[in-house]
């Protein structure tokens, strides 16, 4: 496997973001209004209207303050540029655990000598991170590193 560099879009996220603010949009009036019959229509406007931006501003400011600039997967390991503070670099041979999960998001976790390191998918297509994940996966077999995962993600690699 040659280097290959990876850049999380902001315009991807917000994307993703948009769906997620419909959805809440969409299904938080009918929520209350199926818990609560005697609620107002305006009231049931405005809790859709505000759940869906506060959800949008959460998300678009957690990729802006923890998603990657940018990061390099190679043979020899990975180095993540973080958009603050320093930059991680590792080698596959230091990691003695990883972890592919969904919590809140698809994220890789891995354990080195100097501790635990997170990798989330935020900024890119659903078929990116796949292969960036398939290509982790891989190189870590390669190295025997067993990789727990919960259901989805579980799911997402097979």
Request: net charge positive; charged share 20%.
């Amino acid at each position: 496997m040659e280097t290959t560099c990876h850049t999380p879009s902001l315009a991807q996220d917000l994307r993703e973001n948009s769906m997620v603010c419909l959805g809440i949009l969409v299904v938080a009036p009918v929520i209350l209004w199926r818990r609560k019959g005697t609620v107002s229509v305006p009231f049931l406007a405005l809790a859709g209207v505000g759940g869906s931006l506060g959800a949008f501003l959460v998300y678009t400011l957690r990729f802006l303050a923890k998603s990657p600039k940018r990061f390099e997967l190679s043979d020899h390991g990975l180095k993540i540029e973080r958009r603050t503070g320093p930059a991680t670099e590792f080698a596959w041979g230091d990691v003695t655990e990883a972890s592919f999960q969904s919590n809140y998001g698809l994220a890789w976790n891995f354990k080195t000598a100097a501790g635990w390191v997170r990798l989330r998918g935020d900024g890119f297509g659903g078929m990116d991170w796949y292969r960036i994940s398939r290509a982790i996966a891989d190189r870590l077999a390669e190295e025997k590193i067993d990789v727990s995962t919960d259901g989805v993600g579980g799911n997402f690699l097979s």
